[in-house]
C-alpha cells in the first residue's frame, strides 16, 4: 500500500524559509514523478513544483521559481520541498504525490497523495 507522509509545515513570517519532506513508502518509485501541490482557501489545487525519482530533473510554476527548490533522498525515500523568501500568497495546505512517467502539472494525473500540511505566512 502507497503512502505518501508530507510534515514540516507551519507558521512563519514573510521572507522566512520552511522545508516540508514526503515520506514515501509502499513501493518503488524510480520510474515515477514526484510532485507537489498547494491549495488556499477557496481555491483549487495548484502545481508547485516536481522531481523525477529517476535523474533528478524538475519542473516548476512560474510563481515559485527560483524559491522553492524540490530535491529528493534516494536512501530515506523521501522528497523535499525548500521554501525560501516565503509570501503570504504562499499560504495553503502543501500536498505531496506521485505518479508513474513524465512531469505533468494537472492534479487529476496523479495517483498518489499525502494528507497535506498546512503553510501559513504572516505578513
Known amino acids: 500500500q502507497v503512502q505518501l507522509v508530507e510534515s514540516g509545515g507551519g507558521l512563519v513570517q514573510a521572507g522566512g524559509s520552511l522545508r516540508l519532506s514526503c515520506a514515501a513508502s509502499?513501493?518503488?518509485?524510480?520510474?515515477?514523478?514526484m510532485g507537489w501541490f498547494r491549495q488556499a482557501p477557496g481555491k483549487g489545487r495548484e502545481f508547485v513544483g516536481a522531481?523525477?525519482?529517476?535523474?533528478?530533473?524538475?519542473y516548476y510554476a512560474d510563481s515559485v521559481k527560483a524559491r522553492f527548490t524540490v530535491s529528493r533522498d534516494n536512501v530515506k525515500n523521501t522528497v523535499y520541498l525548500q521554501m525560501n523568501s516565503l509570501k503570504p500568497e504562499d499560504t495553503a495546505v502543501y500536498y505531496c504525490?506521485?505518479?508513474?512517467?513524465?512531469?505533468?502539472?494537472?492534479?487529476?494525473?496523479?495517483?498518489?497523495w499525502g494528507q497535506g500540511t498546512q503553510v501559513t505566512v504572516s505578513s
Open positions: 504525490a506521485a505518479r508513474r512517467g513524465n512531469i505533468l502539472t494537472v492534479p487529476s494525473s496523479y495517483d498518489y
Open positions: 509502499g513501493r518503488t518509485f524510480e520510474s515515477h514523478v
Open positions: 522531481i523525477r525519482w529517476s535523474g533528478g530533473s524538475t
